[in-house]
């Protein structure tokens, strides 16, 4: 199996601040800001207290067949697009959940199926997926690449055509789950799909990511967090914890 991130060493020194981009950063932050942008994985893990899961990270932007097969084979989870929701209301997109809510107009049963919500305290964020017109089956390494390579773009000139070009060179359903990040992202959910979004802002780069949980298959549950350290030391990828972000944000 072929991993591309063997560079940077793993010393974590979160007291350690780093001019970066003319802002500080603690130094676990700076390595995944640099990672993000070199086209390299982040591993990002929410909060015992929440799913307790880690995330495998790459910037929407910068996904290449490669990455979808790593996230594939080393993550194993559901290989979704984290999207910053100014675009995603661009786009007129909503969150699943409401749309079948809106469906128990038609069939009582769906009203059923949206209520509550899940074990770890809120509604899932996710809305279509979608595959782009150029794909054939849309599940390949390739195919779904493409489809996130190309939402990146759409995403970066939302305002100058990326609405038009969604409608005509997308379809759903497709293979790529979008996530809709909450308007205030970690004032308003500590998800992996607002912590993603935040990190890529802090990056200065397009707040749409790929994102996959990674799960484990001797205990057939989420790869726990000692796990996860271990295989970022092997691989040289930077972790961050939900606490660094919260601390950045200055939120509670």
Do not use: W
């Amino acid at each position: 199996m072929q991993h591309y991130q063997n560079d940077g060493n793993n010393q974590r020194f979160s007291n350690l601040l780093i001019r970066f981009a003319d802002k500080s950063y603690p130094l676990s932050l700076t390595e995944a800001i640099t990672a993000l942008k070199a086209g390299r994985f982040v591993l990002v893990h929410d909060d015992k207290g929440r799913e307790n899961e880690v995330d495998m990270v790459v910037a929407a932007e910068q996904v290449k067949p490669h990455h979808i097969a790593t996230m594939r084979n080393d993550a194993g989870g559901l290989v979704c697009l984290a999207i910053a929701n100014e675009i995603t209301t661009k786009l007129g997109l909503v969150y699943m959940h409401d749309m079948i809510a809106a469906m128990g107009k038609v069939n009582p049963v769906f009203s059923r199926l949206t209520g509550g919500k899940a074990a770890y305290g809120d509604k899932p964020s996710f809305s279509i997926s979608v595959n782009h017109r150029s794909t054939y089956t849309g599940i390949t390494d390739h195919d779904r690449a493409l489809t996130i390579s190309k939402m990146a773009n759409v995403c970066m000139k939302i305002d100058d055509g990326g609405v038009e070009d969604f409608a005509k060179n997308f379809f759903a359903p497709g293979h790529v789950p979008i996530l809709i990040a909450s308007k205030r992202l970690l004032r308003d959910r500590m998800g992996h799909t607002e912590l993603c979004v935040y990190l890529m802002q802090l990056a200065g780069l397009t707040p749409a990511v790929a994102i996959c949980e990674m799960m484990d298959s001797a205990t057939h549950m989420a790869l726990s967090i000692e796990a996860a350290k271990e295989y970022a030391t092997k691989f040289n990828i930077p972790l961050i914890d939900a606490s660094e972000l919260k601390a950045h944000a200055r939120v509670a």
